[in-house]
Nanobody, 115 residues
Framework: QVHLVESGGGLVQAGGSLRLSCAAS????????MSWYRQAPGKQRELVAM???????EYADSVKGRFTISRQNAENTVDLQMNNLKPEDTAVYYC?????????WGQGTQVTVSS
């Protein structure tokens, strides 16, 4: 059972930046994709960014040009660099590791953007 631990959340003013990190307890190449999702109060969880085992990335339209997902292979971590943050980015951010047989979530980290 892989364990995912997120870190890096916090409170930031609009226009600011945060970098989230997801540390996996096993080789991230064991998974077809590593992703960041978020869930705001009263809303459904949504995909923010994804990186596949082949290195392809995808982003939600709302974060394109502001967020960047990357991975550090030797450390088994996946980061989310978030720039030009907006109040609507406020949510709990979750790391996800997905393969054909497994779909694992981290515990989440809170990101709050003040206006």
């Amino acid at each position: 059972q892989v364990h995912l631990v997120e870190s890096g959340g916090g409170l930031v003013q609009a226009g600011g930046s945060l970098r989230l990190s997801c540390a996996a307890s096993e080789n991230i190449f064991n998974f077809n994709s590593m992703s960041w999702y978020r869930q705001a109060p009263g809303k459904q969880r949504e995909l923010v960014a994804m990186i596949t085992v082949g290195g392809r990335t995808e982003y939600a339209d709302s974060v394109k040009g502001r967020f960047t997902i990357s991975r550090q292979n030797a450390e088994n971590t996946v980061d989310l660099q978030m720039n030009n943050l907006k109040p609507e980015d406020t949510a709990v951010y979750y790391c996800n590791a997905a393969s054909l047989r497994r779909n694992t979530w981290g515990q989440g980290t809170q990101v709050t953007v003040s206006s």
